[in-house]
């Protein structure tokens, strides 16, 4: 030991932890700036829609049907906020069971190639094109029973089931091996543990992709343009007739030109952004119920 | 090579209790145990001691059948509790398991679960028992893993709410809820500080009257503290299946062991 400068003295003369200083501020700054985009793009579309949604939005608005003239300011979309409510419930009644399904058997009992292929197709159905999907149900559904309201549910649940079954899948995983032995070294089936402890325990995970599948399919427009086809003028309850979406009004009514239809597609943008909101509080609100009390 | 050393009391008129003979498993093409024989007596604690990797929570698995769990899991031998042939072809894995309890090295209560449906959840699962009884068994088990007087006030709440002694507790109340005869105990202090550990193992010693206790531990002091009988496993080299080097009562392995390789471990000179 012949160097007997200070402690302190020989701490600052390490260049070594000046740069890793430097470096953690660049990279806090950076992470910083990519938060601020990502949450300043969703703010300014939430901001930007509620700004011009909420000028129109009223309860009429969630009432009553567009006027028989785009061009005549009032109405609303009542038709399709119920036929939107209509076509993506039946779609949800489709889509969860099966990908729940689908999910169960990947992670608790599939073994080798099926598996394998189960997630591979899973893989390719969430990246198909939504278009594409609508032109295939049309293809196969729509040129025998027309256009239909359920045509559209048939549509979007093809959308929605790999999206549910790839999240059930991860959640499904993130239960702990521990607990699953812990069932089956009481005697369980592999049944009563997948029942019993590992959807229960999985469950708000399931809930969230859940809403995640049904808010997707919500905005979802295009397969439903060669399915459900679109009934702006009237309230079509029937999902075996052609039916209205808020999607497709949104859309149609922001392409007239006409500056009253379009404030309609504004706050008709805002309703289902708000409904979506709605959703899946309610759905997390129950999801966290059944977690807590089920005795 | 270790020699094989004859085992206490494996007189074929002794049926009850554990038997473990000539047991080999596998993971895939792994071989981790070989020619395991061991006798645990009735309503004994019996430990299985050794260094890490030497094949006693696989050995235990085995005894409940949990190894064949495991994809490419395989096991060769017989595993015989109370004389019945665990392995029988006409035996069903849930009816060994609910037989033979198991308690793990970390505390697995269900979060999902309050601390009363996790205690009687394997009676759930059974479904043999009229509901009316369940808070009768709940009390029983609790009491039995000396769990009651600190729950009894708050069984509705989620057992996760509990700390992690306690929470090792409800599991061995779990597992003591299904009447099984023997428990299976997989370093069940490992996660736990030393006076939760004191805790289950005082509780160990209070069940033994009524259940045939192995427990898996590496800590030898536990071992001394717990257990009527012991046996030292190891592993000559990284990679070999490990093998049972000595058995006998606690006393003899930890004061006079007879194999040069026990000696070395129980003193602390390895492992």
């Known amino acids: 030991m012949t160097d007997v400068a200070l402690p302190a003295a020989r701490f600052r003369q390490r260049p070594a932890l000046r740069r890793r200083r430097t470096k953690n501020a660049v990279m806090t700054a950076l992470l910083l700036v990519a938060v601020a985009l990502a949450l300043g793009a969703l703010a300014w579309v939430l901001v930007y829609v509620g700004i011009r949604g909420f000028s129109v939005i009223s309860p009429s608005f969630l009432t009553h049907n567009p006027p028989g003239n785009p061009a005549a300011p009032g109405g609303g979309f009542f038709n399709g906020i119920a036929g939107s409510l209509i076509v993506v419930g039946i779609a949800t009644g489709i889509a969860v069971p099966l990908g729940v399904g689908a999910a169960i058997y990947v992670v608790e009992y599939g073994r080798g190639r099926l598996r394998g292929a189960i997630r591979f197709f899973n893989d390719v159905l969430i990246g198909i094109p939504t278009i594409v999907t609508g032109a295939f149900v049309y293809a ?44 089956l070294a009481l005697g369980a089936t592999r049944s009563q543990t997948v029942l019993r402890i590992c959807l229960p325990t999985a469950l708000p995970g399931i809930i969230t992709g859940g809403m995640l599948a049904v808010a997707r399919a919500m905005g979802e427009t295009a397969p439903l343009l060669l399915t459900v086809l679109g009934n702006d003028l009237f309230t079509q309850l029937n999902p075996l007739h052609r039916m209205e979406t808020l999607s497709l009004q949104i859309f149609s009514n922001a392409v007239t030109g006409y500056e009253q239809a379009q404030a309609r597609g504004w706050a008709g943008a805002l309703t289902l952004i708000a409904i979506v909101l709605i959703l899946t509080a309610v759905a997390r609100f129950f999801g966290r119920r059944v977690q807590v009390e089920n005795v | 090579m270790f020699a094989a050393h004859p085992l206490p009391g494996r007189e074929a008129d002794q049926v009850d209790g554990l038997s473990i003979d000539r047991l080999s498993a596998w993971f895939g093409r792994h071989k981790v145990v070989e020619d395991m024989r061991l006798r645990a007596p009735s309503r004994k604690v019996t430990a299985l001691i050794g260094p890490s990797g030497c094949g006693k929570s696989t050995v235990l698995r085995c005894v409940n059948r949990m190894h064949e769990l495991v994809p490419g899991a395989r096991v060769q031998g017989g595993v015989h509790f109370g004389g019945v042939d665990v392995y029988a072809p006409d035996l069903d894995a849930g009816s060994v398991r609910s037989e033979i309890g198991m308690v793990f090295q970390r505390p697995n209560p269900f979060p999902t679960k309050s601390i009363y449906e996790n205690a009687i959840i394997g009676v759930r699962i059974a479904r043999t028992t009229p509901r009316g009884r369940l808070m009768e068994i709940a009390e029983t088990a609790l009491s039995r893993a000396q769990l009651w007087d600190e729950v009894k006030d708050r069984l509705h709440k989620p057992a996760v709410s509990l700390s992690g002694g306690q929470q090792q507790r409800l ?71 490990g093998r049972l080097v000595e058995f006998g009562a606690t006393t003899q392995i930890f004061g006079a062991p007879v194999n040069p390789a026990t000696e070395a471990y129980v003193s602390g000179r390895v492992g």
Request: proline residues 5%; negative net charge; charged residues 20%.
């Open chain 1, 140 to 183: 196969v559904w729509v040129t025998r029973f027309g256009f239909s309201g359920f045509a559209g549910s048939i549509a979007l649940a093809v959308v929605m089931l790999p999206l549910v079954a790839r999240t059930t899948e991860e959640m499904l995983r993130l239960v702990p091996t521990e607990l699953r032995e812990g069932s």
């Open chain 2, 171 to 241: 599991c061995i109340a779990r597992a003591i809820a299904v009447d099984p005869s023997l428990l299976l105990m997989d370093e069940p202090c490992s996660a736990l500080d030393p006076i939760a550990t004191f805790k289950i193992e005082e509780l160990i010693r209070a069940i033994a009257d009524r259940y045939t206790v192995v427990i898996v531990t590496h800590n030898m002091h536990q071992a001394t503290r717990v257990s009527d009988y012991t046996g030292f496993m190891t592993i000559e080299n990284a990679g070999d299946p």
